[in-house]
């Protein structure tokens, strides 16, 4: 015969560290930004999204996802729309890159959607980290881009907004 019965505590604390009890692998804290609307036709980068985040254990690991919708439409010339690329910066310096692909002879649109993913070194507990997706065509292209366009379906109308998300993974 088995009795059940309840544990409640307020708060479980570890016995070392003082940082809380966490288990290697489980996602500890989250940060989720979404893109405004953004049409470019910039031949340099283009800041699309970015998210910030402060890891609330030393020694864990970020792990950055997210998607790129993004669309073109510049008439069938007979030419190369160009390609571009998606850099993932942390700050500054470049972690990850993921490539939109160019199209030859097309009836001038494209849409596409871009998966990216970046996981991290270790981090430090209570350092702000702050990561952006950029935007930049390749070979110098000014084919106009559109980043968050509205769209209808059958149900009303939304928007195709890039997305990014932070998890702290416990290790």
């Not at 544990?7 to 979404?34: F, M, Q, R």
């Not at 993913?117 to 350092?127: L, N, P, Q, R």
């Not at 366009?149 to 907004?161: D, I, K, L, P």
Request: glycine share 12%; hydrophobic share 30%.
């Amino acid at each position: 015969d088995r009795t059940m019965s309840n544990l409640y505590v307020d708060s479980i604390t570890e016995k070392t560290s003082g940082n809380g009890v966490h288990i290697p692998g489980h996602v500890i804290g989250v940060a989720h930004a979404v893109s405004p609307v953004i049409t470019t036709n910039s031949t340099g980068e283009t800041l699309i999204v970015s998210v910030q985040y402060v890891p609330k254990i030393t020694g864990s690991r970020l792990l950055i996802t997210g998607m790129s919708p993004r669309y073109t439409n510049n008439g069938s010339t007979g030419a190369w729309h160009s390609s571009a690329y998606l850099h993932l910066k942390q700050g500054s310096i470049p972690k990850a890159s993921f490539e939109h692909v160019g199209t030859l002879n097309h009836s001038g649109e494209a849409c596409e959607n871009v998966p990216f993913e970046y996981y991290s070194d270790a981090v430090t507990a209570g350092t702000t980290y702050t990561f952006g997706l950029y935007h930049q065509p390749t070979n110098g292209g000014t084919s106009n881009w559109y980043f968050g366009r509205t769209h209808a379906y059958s149900g009303g109308s939304t928007q195709t907004h890039t997305r990014i998300t932070v998890q702290e993974i416990a290790q």
